[in-house]
């Protein structure tokens, strides 16, 4: 019956169709309404809430998010309308005409109390056992309307049983309040669709395809859902105690990456405002909590931009000089776990175009179980390799059968941002008054082109800036400005580039062996793209499957998440556009000030090539230890 | 379908009518004439709700948009309320005849007519009658000879949801999804089905519209009351000798309405189906009608040896089955409801808990999403209200509650 395939959410779960100006006032869109007995003007199609919160108004919100579209259901932020028999819901009623409202009335008062009564009748379980203590948006509500005992009773059994068949995300319907926030998320924001409400009434609730384990559905682990949860429903398969006793054996030597959004968003968890970067506090924080080597994900990050560089360069010259028709271009970026699973489903058809390149994680760890041991005389066996991550895919990744070419499992163990900043508070340690400390050897400090992987864009800028100094043999501060790739950067969803290749230089030696020469991309224009959730990478794989103009694109970047990793499944809660916009900032002010900020400049880069990686980037040891196959899953689990 | 016409008899629905005669009577009349004819025939919605029709039609009819839609609602769900099934099965001209003049009113190139899925036994009948219309030209393109008038015809059959029956439930009900109120602002009149303008009309509606294109609404103003105009069907069922669906005017009394049928010894007339409201002997002397109790045609008739409690707690576990489940208010509202009930069959509502509860029941009426949760503490209070001396003054509930 539905007419239209790539409209999955349905029309009750829409964003407002009342469109707002960009210039209200010009063009004479502005309402004037009462709010309180306050005259204000608001454009047209502003919704009450919206309006409310301009004019420090407060409503509380529940079933609301800034990130999603509206459902109206939870009714915690209902007022009055004058002329309107009932109250309306504040989030979902836009203003069209001049409406006097009300938002503390007696009714309105007595209303949403009545409603939060009933929401924590049905919500199971205690405050003080729960991961979201403290950070719950039902226990906020709780607080602010003074509820000190249940007046519609309180459910003391547990319904459903909690499902934590998925490396990434764990579900607790019994605290579920029905809110859809995942709902939404999954279906509207990433375009998944793997949570439904199902049944009706008072046996309703949030499930999965056939009622299956989430790990037996086609979720892509990205998370997005954890991150919007406003309580305890949803969170991540927590290592926590796995790792504690790793520490905690003395046999073991554990090792910690950190990626490069973790360290500028931990400090929320502090109670840091967003935007502090604390790269160094935590690297004391790690060694403090027992940690016995402090690594920097973003070396791996160099080393992912080298191979995936070279990779990309010798698509391009098997496409393009010696005309191979089966070269699968625009080559895909590879990093983000969520975005590669969604790929296995959703298109399958199109993994020849993901780049076999490892994410860093995965490359790292591949490293931290042969070539480390072997320099440092560690049993790899003994070896326990964790990495933080803002990210609830790589829990899935890092279990990945594939993802064992070091002999063992190379990555250990996946920890969120959140799960470290737990693991931190229990080790008594309050982060952002640490003294800063370094990242470890063999690897050290890593260079900027690593770092900014954790914002949107931030791979293609860091591959951009190696490929083309390479292909040019010019600077890259010559083509662009402080080598700020400017076009890929920024939160639109999709974005766009086209870069002229007007000089090309001397094959470096350490691919010389792989291309001869560059006189074949003399005169080329460079296209590239990025985008960043699966809905927009939906859109951009729909193009190119129509032969749009992403289908003429060279490479093109794509990431699981709103924002990059800097909105991953495994980052603080809440987030919000503002929010990552910061964590964003943060990013690129931190990357400003570093030594390096090429990833082929690292030096201890090139040491690894001319040690271990001896016949260099996708050579055979690294074909062997940090290339990956990819699986075509479709609609089922493999 | 001859065959099972019954001798019916009312002074506009089941009056006089010929096949296609409204198509002809307002194809020849413009859009702006049929409008004012509808306004000023002052007809209400007659699913319940009781919205004035012409402003809807107006409305839909006003949107811009390269496609509208009108939607015979025929998703009866309403606990005692049979009259539609009436009208599709005996006058399906009157209903089909209306939303040809409707779809050339409004500018809808489509009708859809959403039938309640128990009534798939209608289904091939109803297709039978549409093919007859399409062969007379009464459905399909330049109907009736009208240059670029096309229209026609489709039934969908709904999934069995009480809740699909509010018109924006409806909707995403046949756009295929779960059958759920969407939000309003917007209204489908500019945003409904496939988000382009949307008619929705209740069957007894569109009925009365036919009857009103042709006899003008100057007759039809004849009928009812000052502030209801008009006939409405009533389906009568319960504790009577005859049964059934009758039209009459507006502004007949209850106790009327109560002869008429041959009810004997009735305690209870619960109005306006599960959704409505519980009168009792005292109140028997009230009218329907808009201005004083409104409904949309249900009448149940409870007499002495009838328990209010199990009345009560039928009703509310309607509601409690039937919520969508979507907004807190109604998804856990009515357990309340009917957790209450059950306390008082076992003794155990204390004074102050029912007070809180009536106080749940008015936020349930102004803060649930769509008229399901806003009504459905309509039994209860009313229930409670009119009949405290039976359900309180003795120990679980009354006499008859148990068995």
């Known amino acids: 019956m539905r007419k239209n395939n790539n409209v999955r959410a349905p029309e009750s779960q829409k964003r407002l169709k009342v469109k707002i100006a960009d210039n209200p006032e010009d063009i004479g869109a502005m309402v004037h309404i009462e709010i309180n007995e306050k005259k204000v003007s608001v454009p047209l199609g502003t919704t009450i809430l919206e309006a409310c919160r301009k004019n420090q108004i407060h409503i509380p919100t529940l079933c609301h998010h800034d990130d999603l579209c509206i459902a109206g259901v939870c009714r915690v932020c209902v007022v009055e309308v004058e002329g309107m028999k009932t109250l309306q819901a504040a989030c979902s009623f836009p203003i069209t005409n001049p409406v006097k409202i009300k938002t503390t009335s007696p009714r309105v008062r007595r209303a949403r109390k009545n409603i939060l009564d009933l929401l924590l009748s049905e919500h199971y379980g205690e405050c003080y056992a729960c991961v979201r203590n403290n950070n719950c948006e039902l226990q906020a509500l709780a607080k602010e309307y003074g509820v000190d005992h249940y007046n519609f009773g309180h459910i003391d059994k547990p319904k459903f049983q909690v499902d934590n068949s998925s490396y990434a995300v764990v579900r607790d319907m019994n605290k579920c309040v029905l809110c859809k926030r995942c709902v939404r998320t999954c279906i509207d924001l990433q375009e998944v669709g793997v949570l439904e409400a199902i049944n009706r009434g008072e046996a309703t609730y949030i499930g999965t395809f056939f009622d299956k384990p989430l790990a037996d559905v086609i979720c892509i682990n990205c998370g997005q859902c954890i991150n919007r949860c406003p309580t305890g429903a949803l969170h991540a398969n927590d290592p926590r105690d796995e790792i504690w006793a790793a520490i905690d054996d003395p046999e073991k030597h554990v090792i910690i990456q950190t990626a490069p959004s973790p360290r500028a968003a931990i400090g929320e968890e502090f109670g840091l405002e967003p935007g502090h970067s604390l790269t160094g506090e935590m690297n004391t924080a790690l060694r403090r909590i027992g940690f016995d080597a402090v690594f920097d994900t973003n070396f791996a990050a160099d080393l992912t931009v080298m191979e995936e560089g070279t990779e990309l360069l010798l698509r391009l010259y098997k496409a393009l000089a010696k005309g191979e028709p089966d070269v699968a271009i625009p080559q895909f970026t590879s990093c983000s776990p969520g975005w590669v699973k969604y790929l296995e489903h959703f298109y399958p058809d199109f993994i020849n175009h993901l780049s076999s390149a ?82 470890d050897d063999p690897f050290g400090d890593a260079t900027g082109a690593g770092l900014i992987f954790g914002a949107t864009g931030g791979v293609m800028e860091a591959a951009l800036r190696t490929v083309l100094e390479l292909v040019t043999g010019d600077k890259i501060e010559n083509i662009f400005e402080n080598a700020e790739i400017k076009p890929v950067r920024g939160f639109e969803g999709i974005r766009y580039a086209e870069i002229p290749v007007t000089k090309v230089g001397k094959v470096p030696g350490i691919i010389s062996h792989l291309i001869p020469d560059f006189e074949w991309l003399k005169g080329i224009t460079l296209k590239v793209a990025v985008a960043h959730g699966t809905a927009n990478a939906k859109k951009v794989l729909e193009d190119i499957k129509n032969g749009g103009k992403f289908s003429h694109c060279h490479f093109i970047e794509f990431m699981a998440c709103p924002g990059g990793c800097l909105g991953g499944g495994g980052q603080p809660i809440p987030t919000n556009a503002e929010i990552r916009r910061k964590r964003a900032e943060a990013i690129y002010k931190e990357e400003r000030t570093l030594n390096y900020r090429k990833s082929h400049e690292n030096p201890k880069l090139i040491r690894l090539y001319n040690e271990f990686l001896t016949d260099g980037p996708c050579g055979s040891v690294s074909h062997k230890l940090l290339h990956t196959t990819y699986t075509k899953r479709g609609s089922f689990i493999v | 379908m001859e065959g099972v016409k019954h001798n019916r008899f009312g002074p506009v629905i089941f009056s006089k009518y010929e096949r296609g005669s409204a198509i002809e009577r307002a194809l020849a009349m413009s859009r702006e004439d049929i409008l004012f004819e509808l306004k000023n025939s002052g007809l209400k919605g007659r699913g319940g709700a009781g919205f004035p029709t012409s402003t809807k039609w107006m409305l839909t009819a006003a949107a811009i948009s390269d496609k509208k839609y009108l939607i015979c609602n025929a998703d009866e769900g309403e606990p005692g309320t049979f009259k539609d099934r009436v009208l599709l099965i005996e006058y399906p001209e009157l209903v089909f005849d209306a939303m040809v003049v409707g779809g050339y009113t409004i500018g809808a190139t489509e009708g859809i007519v959403y039938l309640r899925g128990e009534y798939e036994y209608l289904l091939d009948s109803l297709n039978d009658y549409l093919n007859g219309m399409r062969k007379d030209n009464l459905l399909g393109e330049n109907i009736l000879g009208k240059k670029g008038f096309n229209f026609d015809i489709r039934i969908f059959l709904g999934e069995g949801s009480y809740v699909c029956g509010e018109e924006t439930a409806l909707i995403e009900s046949l756009e295929g999804h779960r059958g759920e109120a969407r939000n309003r602002p917007p209204y489908p009149v500019n945003t409904g089905f496939m988000g382009k303008p949307t008619c929705v009309n209740n069957v007894e509606t569109l009925a009365t519209i036919s009857h009103i294109i042709v006899k003008g609404s100057e007759w039809y103003k004849n009928f009812g009351t000052s502030k209801s105009k008009g006939t409405k069907l009533f389906s009568i069922s319960g504790d009577c000798e005859k049964p059934g669906v009758y039209e009459l005017e507006w502004g007949m009394k209850i106790s009327d309405v109560l002869k008429l049928v041959g009810a004997k010894d009735t305690k209870a007339v619960q109005i306006g189906g599960a959704s409505g409201v519980c009168l009792n002997s005292s109140q028997f002397d009230r009218t329907l009608a808009y201005e004083d109790v409104p409904t949309g045609g249900s009448i149940i008739i409870f007499n002495k040896k009838r328990s209010m409690l199990k009345v009560l707690k039928n009703f509310m576990e309607f509601f409690v089955e039937e919520s969508c489940g979507q907004c807190t208010p109604c998804r856990i509202g009515n357990v309340k409801l009917l957790e209450a009930v059950k306390m008082i069959e076992e003794n155990k509502l204390t004074f102050g808990y029912l007070k809180k509860l009536k106080e749940l029941a008015e936020t349930m009426k102004i803060a649930s999403k769509c008229g399901l949760g806003q009504s459905s503490p309509n039994p209860f209070l009313s229930i409670i209200e009119n009949f405290k001396e039976e359900i309180f003054n003795y120990a679980g509930g009354g006499e008859y509650a148990k068995e």
Not at chain 1, 409 to 424: P, S, V
């Open chain 1, 358 to 439: 490892k994410s860093p994680q995965q490359m790292f760890g591949a490293l931290l179980k042969t070539f480390y041991p072997k320099i440092k005389n560690i049993d790899p066996a003994n070896i326990v390799t964790v990495a933080v991550m803002p990210c609830a895919a790589k829990k899935f990744e890092c279990n990945r059968p594939e993802m064992t070419d070091s002999g063992y499992k190379d990555i250990d163990y996946g920890l969120t941002t959140r799960e470290l900043a737990q693991m931190i508070k229990e080790a008594g340690i309050y982060l952002p008054e640490l003294p800063k400390s370094g990242f």
